[in-house]
C-alpha cells in the first residue's frame, strides 16, 4: 500500500472476474448506498481477466458515473491479486470490499460502518446463507478450521463485504491466496477486528467460481503459512526515546550502519 494520505471519505473495491451481467445493478445499488451516506466516495472495480463483456460494461459504467473507476489485470491472478491492486488505489479513509456476484447487498454496508467504532476492520457475517449445500458445508468446514487454527475470534472470512480502515492496509503485503486470513493479517499488525450480521442473497445471474475442490488442498497450505507467520509474528512498542533519537533520521532497512573506529 501507498502512504498517501486519504482524499476521500470511502473506497469501495469490487474484484469481478466474468461478471458483466451483474456490474450494471451492482453500480446501481452501491451507488445508491454510498450516495445516502452524504459523504464523498469511489468505486473501484478490478477486471481480473475476465474473458466475457466485463470490460465493455465497466467502461459504460464509467461514462454513466465518473466516480467509478476500473483496472483490467492482463491475466487472471485470482481475488487476492485483485483486492491487492483495488487497495494499492484506493483513496478513502475506508476501504470498503464487496463481491461483484450481487450476493452481498450494498445495503448493508452502513451496518458495517455503523459497527466500525473504535475498530479498524469490521467483516461481514452471513446469516442465512443463500448457496448450494455443498458450498456452506466446505465453507464451514474451513470456517471452523481456520477460526481454531488462528484463533482470529471470526466466523466468516469468505463474506467478501467488509470494512477495512486505510490505515490498516498499508502495511498489508497480500500473497496468493491471502484474502481468505485478511481479519488476522490485519490482527498481526496490531488492529483492532470484529464482525456483524448481514444479509446474503442467492445469486441471480452469471456461474459461481468457487467450489470444494479450490476450497481444500490451497486453502489448507495458506493456513498453515499464515499461522506460521503469527507464531513468528513480534509486535514491539517504544517505551521511551533519548534526546538524540527523537531528532535523528530514520534510515532506511537497506542502509548499513557503520561500525566505530
Known amino acids: 500500500m501507498e502512504t ?57 459504467l464509467q461514462e454513466l458515473d465518473c466516480r467509478l473507476r476500473y483496472v483490467r489485470l492482463d491475466g487472471n491472478y485470482g481475488q487476492s491479486a485483485a483486492f491487492d491492486a483495488g487497495f494499492r488505489m484506493a483513496r478513502g479513509e475506508v476501504v470498503i470490499t464487496i463481491d461483484a456476484d450481487g450476493q452481498n447487498p450494498p445495503s448493508e454496508i452502513p451496518r458495517l460502518l455503523e459497527a466500525l467504532g473504535d475498530y479498524d476492520m469490521v467483516c461481514g457475517w452471513r446469516r442465512g446463507r443463500q448457496d448450494h449445500w455443498t458450498k456452506r458445508l466446505a465453507s464451514k468446514f474451513a470456517n471452523t478450521l481456520r477460526r481454531r487454527v488462528l484463533d482470529d475470534g471470526i466466523h466468516d472470512t469468505g463474506c467478501s463485504l467488509k470494512a477495512i480502515r486505510h490505515h490498516a492496509l498499508q502495511r498489508l503485503k497480500l500473497f496468493h491466496g491471502m484474502h481468505r486470513f485478511l481479519p488476522a493479517l490485519v490482527q498481526m499488525e496490531g488492529f483492532q477486528v470484529t464482525e456483524v450480521r448481514v444479509a446474503h442473497q442467492p445469486r441471480i445471474r452469471g456461474k459461481s467460481h468457487y467450489g470444494i475442490t479450490n476450497r481444500m488442498l490451497g486453502p489448507l497450505m495458506d493456513l498453515l503459512v499464515v499461522y506460521w507467520m503469527k507464531q513468528r509474528c513480534r509486535r514491539w512498542r517504544i517505551l521511551s526515546l533519548s534526546d538524540a533519537a527523537q531528532t535523528a533520521p530514520v534510515l532506511p532497512i537497506s542502509t548499513p550502519l557503520r561500525k566505530a573506529g
Not at 451492482?26 to 445516502?36: G, I, P
Open 4 to 60: 498517501n494520505r486519504p482524499l476521500l471519505a470511502y473506497s469501495v473495491v469490487v474484484p469481478a472476474h466474468n461478471e458483466a451481467e451483474n456490474l450494471p445493478q451492482l453500480a446501481a445499488d452501491l451507488r445508491e448506498t454510498m450516495q445516502s451516506l452524504g459523504r464523498s466516495y469511489e468505486i473501484i472495480v478490478i477486471d481480473d481477466g475476465s474473458t466475457d463483456d466485463t470490460a465493455s460494461v465497466l467502461r459504460e
